[in-house]
């Protein structure tokens, strides 16, 4: 039994220093594995820095990019609402001399007809004249005695 109980606690303290190789083993391998993944977390950070910057930079650019174009588009719409009043005031302007001239269209119109109805008068009264030749033989004819047969 006692070679039992020596090759027991030899078997033991073999198992024990194969189980600190392994521990230590393990360690190490944790270690390496632990400075690996603080590695990774400086590279992300790194890189996060790096595109916080990026994004950062591009917002910024966006921001001044729509402020200008916000500005030309005022400036634009300023441009044409000007455009637009002057358009407004040209048809404003336009349909009063229209009017204004459509009351003298309608004016000149009586007008023409009044002259149509005078000229009727006139050569009414022309037809009606005799003519100088004719009055002149009527006078004559008035004024020579007649001749003894």
Do not use: C, W, Y
Not at 24 to 31: A, C, D, L, T, V
Not at 87 to 92: D, E, G, N, P
């Amino acid at each position: 039994m006692a070679a039992r109980n020596r090759t027991r606690s030899t078997t033991r303290s073999s198992r024990s220093q194969g189980s600190g190789v392994v521990i230590e083993e393990m360690r190490s391998q944790f270690k390496v594995f632990g400075e690996a993944v603080l590695g990774v977390r400086q590279d992300l950070a790194g890189f996060r820095e790096e595109v916080t910057s990026r994004f950062e930079r591009v917002d910024r650019e966006m921001a001044l990019g729509f402020a200008r174009v916000d500005r030309e588009m005022a400036e634009g719409f300023g441009r044409i609402d000007r455009d637009l009043e002057l358009v407004k005031s040209a048809i404003v302007d336009h349909s009063r001399e229209l009017r204004d001239l459509r009351g003298e269209v309608g004016d000149l119109r009586g007008e023409v007809g009044e002259l149509r109805g005078a000229v009727n008068k006139v050569e009414a009264v022309l037809e009606k004249k005799v003519e100088r030749d004719e009055v002149e033989a009527i006078v004559r004819r008035v004024a020579t005695p007649p001749r003894s047969r």
